[in-house]
């Protein structure tokens, strides 16, 4: 059964590379990271601008009128709008079907161009959203932002983790999420302040400060190096690659991990065509099942509709005009604490047990908030001041749960899984699952709350349950191996050592004997 990491016997392929974190590394990360940074400026300000009388009356009379005359409504059904969440959802759709394009531009171009145009994307669709004077420039703009988090989400990740050296990858990678965080706080506080400009125009500035660390992420876009792994499938060029990889790493002594990227990079080459019908191959199917379940997994953790309720329960305790400042920051505060205990810990403890404890974590919150909440919350009327309490210190534990886990890992473990040949398009499948399940919890999650009402969190806490169990049989440990050595994680795995065929391609074992195992030695190929 599932034996340490789900790993059968040991791993003789967790080897060393040569290198450590240069500032090269360090700076092309950062920058890479801004990826992060406007994704989560998006998650957090769009809720709150949404929330703006004078924004509202703009572009969406009818909602506004209705909740002026509507005070009558039960507590669970009060924000219950189609056509307001779907300005929300729009950017979800659009990021979608751009993760696709993404796929294809990211493998024949390299990483480096699609963070470009993510940034890109993204910067004119702040401008637009900024400058809107009908509801079409509002919308068009949404989409515009989402094709940039679409680019930048699927290449960024990859970027991350092909950039790392193995032994730090999980807390390089686990940088995107620690930039989402702190994008949908710096999105909240500027939030918190524009509400207050008088001439109604504050959400003017919400909306194009998104234009600050998009510009930062275009502009630097254009002095980052490709990765070294896309640079040799790019280019065959491999004493290019042998340079770039010498700055990256730090040293001269890059062998063994450039004739890893060079394999990898043949291999991907001589099964090469389709990759989204190859990842439908059997052989991929640890990796295809993966790419579905973990980021439809991270959503349904209901991270979104938890961050969303914690400042009705503010208002609760009479935070009044400051609940929602006090919550995004409790919960923008714990996730970005989290996430960072996550990134120093992750390569040391594994991906495994952070999923597991996190899962716990949440599980146990989810179900006490659930029952607190069926006891003490009628229809009408609040809850009792020390119940409330109770709650918001539970919702604190239940973000902890989600940043030292499904936050962060949700990015880093489908990053690090795919072989060369279907990495990009595995990486858009991934953004595709998280962008559609954002938009299917976002676009329902209102009305479920109002006829399922505190059982809502019953029915997360369910898919914690499941992702959890999930995680303990399924999910192999990835912490420290070389992304090119991935394939022996499957091979050696109780479950999918049945599934995939040992010597296929992306399990390991997949070039003639003379590479074995130590399928590294410069001898065997021509540096
Ligand atoms: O990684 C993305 C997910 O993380 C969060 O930002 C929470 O920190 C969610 O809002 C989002 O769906």
């Not at 009388?53 to 002026?68: D, G, R």
């Not at 960024?156 to 940088?175: C, D, K, T």
């Not at 991907?268 to 099942?289: C, G, M, T, W």
């Not at 996550?342 to 974590?361: A, E, N, T, Y």
């Amino acid at each position: 059964m599932a034996t340490e990491g789900g790993l059968t016997s040991s791993s003789s392929s967790r080897r060393e590379y040569n290198g450590k974190i240069t500032p090269f590394v360090a700076l092309s990360c950062m920058m890479a990271a801004m990826g992060g940074v406007i994704f989560g400026y998006d998650i957090g300000i769009s809720g709150g601008v949404t929330s703006m009388e004078p924004f509202l009356e703009k572009f969406f009379h009818q909602v506004y009128t209705k909740m002026k005359q509507d005070t009558e409504v039960s507590n669970y059904c009060k924000f219950d709008s189609q056509l307001l969440t779907s300005f929300t959802s729009s950017l979800y759709v659009a990021g979608l079907v751009a993760s696709f394009f993404a796929s294809w531009l990211t493998k024949s171009r390299g990483r480096k161009p699609s963070i470009l145009l993510g940034g890109g994307a993204f910067l004119a669709g702040a401008a637009l959203g900024g400058a809107a004077s009908n509801v079409y420039m509002l919308i068009f703009g949404r989409v515009l932002l989402g094709v940039g988090v679409g680019f930048a989400n699927q290449a960024v990740p990859l970027y991350l983790s092909e950039m790392a050296p193995p032994r730090y990858r999980g807390a390089i990678n686990n940088g995107f999420q620690l930039s989402v965080g702190i994008g949908v706080l710096a999105a909240n506080l500027i939030n918190f302040g524009t509400e207050k400009i008088r001439s109604g125009y504050g959400w003017r500035i919400s909306l194009s400060m998104a234009a600050v660390p998009a510009a930062i992420l275009t502009v630097g876009a254009i002095f980052l190096p490709e990765t070294p792994s896309s640079l040799i499938q790019l280019t065959n060029d491999k004493d290019r690659a042998r340079r770039l990889l010498q700055r990256v790493r730090g040293t001269s002594e890059v062998q063994s991990e450039l004739a890893d990227l060079i394999e990898a990079s043949e291999l991907s080459k001589s099964i090469d065509h389709n990759p989204f019908r190859k990842i439908l191959e059997a052989n991929y199917r640890p990796q295809l099942v993966m790419a579905v379940a973990i980021p439809f997994f991270q959503q349904v953790t209901g991270i979104n509709v938890i961050a969303f309720y914690a400042p009705l329960l503010f208002r609760t305790i009479g935070m009044g005009e400051s609940a929602s400042l006090m919550s995004a920051i409790l919960t923008g505060a714990v996730g970005i604490a989290t996430t960072f205990l996550s990134m120093v810990i992750v390569d040391r403890v594994g991906r495994r047990p952070l999923f597991l404890v996190g899962g716990v974590l949440m599980l146990v919150s989810q179900v006490l908030v659930g029952a607190i909440m069926a006891a003490e919350l009628g229809d009408h009327g609040g809850i009792g001041k020390r119940y409330a309490v109770a709650v918001i210190v539970l919702i604190g534990f239940y973000v902890a749960g989600f940043g030292v886990s499904w936050g962060p890992l949700g990015w880093l473990v489908p990053s690090e899984i795919f072989p060369l040949e279907i990495r990009s398009a595995g990486q858009s499948i991934v953004v595709a699952v998280s962008f559609l399940f954002t938009f299917v919890v976002a676009q329902t999650f209102l009305s479920m709350l109002c006829h399922l009402k505190a059982g809502i969190f019953f029915f997360f806490g369910g898919w914690v349950v499941v992702m959890t169990v999930f995680v303990y049989l399924l999910l192999p440990e990835t912490k420290g191996l070389p992304i090119e050595k991935m394939g022996d994680v499957w091979r050696e795995h109780w479950f999918w050592n049945r599934v995939v065929v040992v010597g296929g391609p992306g399990v390991g074992e997949h070039l003639p004997a003379k590479f074995g195992e130590g399928g590294s030695q410069s001898s065997v190929v021509d540096l």
